[in-house]
């Protein structure tokens, strides 16, 4: 078993735990890209992609777009590669949040930002994407914190969330995903189902459009 696979499969222990979560990443920030390519994680090019198309298809190039849980920045380094995007993030990590902010991708990126925790903070606006990349797996956010990212997008506002599998399994996101709580927010359109995301197993990514004034 390599020292990538196994790295990535302790951060998996920390569902309800936050600070521990917190800690791990700030020890891992400075390994976390080679770790995630050698284990082929795809996700993030994946979701950059799926934002681009959401973009061109229901928005524009300026499309302003808040990366939920950005870690290093990899959503943001190929979003910027494919439009001229506001994109602003955050991290539950410091030192993920910090990496994040060299790739010069992004506005804003703040770390210390609990994605569990059930309010819009408060530095941030509403967004017209919002796109959540390797968060919702194991050991780190339950699917409540689906009802969080949905506070970040605006009216008729879409929100891009994967799934790796063995979460969706194990927490029911599906179920919940398509519970009148959900419902009465934002409305789900789409699922991408099994679809790359890391060498071990695929993910789902679902795309909502928050209620609004328009359909």
């Avoid at 029911?172 to 959900?182: K, Q």
């Avoid at 197993?201 to 209620?211: L, P």
Wanted: proline content about 4%; hydrophobic content about 40%.
């Amino acid at each position: 078993m390599s020292k990538s696979f196994t790295n990535i499969a302790q951060s998996h222990v920390f569902f309800d735990d936050s600070p521990g979560l917190k800690t791990y990443y700030e020890d891992w920030a400075p390994r976390y890209d080679v770790d995630l390519a050698d284990q082929k994680w795809v996700a993030p090019r994946v979701a950059a992609n799926f934002v681009h198309l959401l973009a061109s298809a229901y928005g524009s190039p300026e499309s302003t777009i808040f990366d939920a849980g950005c870690g290093t920045g990899l959503v943001g380094a190929f979003l910027s590669k494919l439009g001229d995007y506001v994109i602003d993030g955050v991290d539950l990590s410091e030192n993920m949040a910090a990496e994040a902010a060299r790739t010069k991708a992004y506005r804003k990126v703040y770390g210390g930002v609990d994605l569990s925790a059930p309010t819009r903070d408060e530095r941030l606006d509403q967004y017209d994407i919002v796109v959540s990349s390797g968060v919702f797996t194991l050991g780190h956010v339950r699917p409540t914190a689906l009802l969080t990212l949905i506070e970040y997008a605006r009216p008729n506002g879409l929100i891009l969330v994967s799934t790796r599998g063995s979460y969706a399994t194990e927490t029911g996101f599906e179920e919940f995903a398509r519970s009148p709580e959900v419902a009465g927010r934002a409305a789900l359109r789409f699922k991408l189902e099994d679809a790359n995301y890391i060498a071990e197993e695929g993910a789902d990514y679902w795309v909502f459009r928050k209620a609004g004034t328009r359909s």
